[in-house]
């Protein structure tokens, strides 16, 4: 079993949905969960940034963290063409440790 | 792109002939990362720096090495280019106590 699994779509919705966006862990001992978005053609930047279990909110996005699942979200509500990108999910057990992405899920937003 | 260049952006060449690729940030950031990316593997992670002059393997270091002589230079070598090293290379930046890293724009490697 891989250590983070995120499914790689593409996830096409139509603009104004709800977007679920998700990843599941193996290590336990990851602590620290995030969210990268990333352009065609461009770098991934930081979207979203979380510690331990909880929510996390953002305008119209929202991280959730369910460690006794091994299970992280993200939501998009509203969801526009310009959300139309490849989200990444990441993980991390500490500060200054290397960091574990998934390989990404393709969001296609349709006006 | 949170004061990180890659150079070349993207770049040709003959299977053999080495490579060098030079990020640069302006953060004063300890930890420096060369990244590769490629569908259905995702990020994996080839080389790593915690100060200058300090560096370690990642998962995919074989046909790689690096160099870091300035807090903000770090460069990536292929010695011999090889076709499977035909990716999008990403350099990435994170600071001591810093949990997330910042990615720089990316260099498009073509190797025939």
């Known amino acids: 079993q891989k250590e983070v699994e995120q499914d790689p779509g593409p996830l096409s919705v139509p603009e104004g949905a709800i977007v679920s966006l998700n990843c599941t862990y193996s290590?336990?001992?990851?602590?620290?969960f995030m969210w990268y978005r990333q352009y065609s053609r461009k770098g991934p930047e930081l979207l979203m940034y979380t510690y331990s279990s909880g929510n996390k909110e953002d305008g119209r996005f929202t991280a959730q963290v369910d460690k006794s699942s091994k299970y992280i979200s993200l939501f998009i509500r509203d969801s526009q063409p310009s959300d139309s990108a490849t989200y990444l999910c990441?993980?991390?057990?500490?500060?200054?440790?290397?960091?574990?992405f998934g390989k990404g899920t393709r969001l296609h937003i349709l006006p | 792109d949170a004061g990180i260049t890659q150079s070349p952006r993207h770049k040709v060449t003959e299977t053999g002939t080495p490579v060098t690729l030079r990020c640069h940030q302006t953060e004063n950031h300890r930890y420096m990362y060369w990244y590769r990316q490629d569908p259905g593997h995702g990020l994996r992670l080839i080389h790593y720096s915690y100060g200058v002059k300090d560096t370690d393997k990642g998962e995919v270091s074989d046909g790689y090495s690096v160099s870091r002589s300035k807090t903000e230079d770090f460069l990536l070598t292929l010695e011999s280019a090889t076709s499977s090293q035909t990716s999008v290379y990403f350099c990435a930046i994170s600071d001591l106590g810093e949990e997330t890293q910042y990615f720089g724009p990316g260099t498009r490697l073509l190797v025939l």
């Open positions: 290590n336990s001992a990851f602590q620290y």
């Open positions: 990441a993980m991390t057990e500490r500060r200054d440790d290397k960091i574990i």
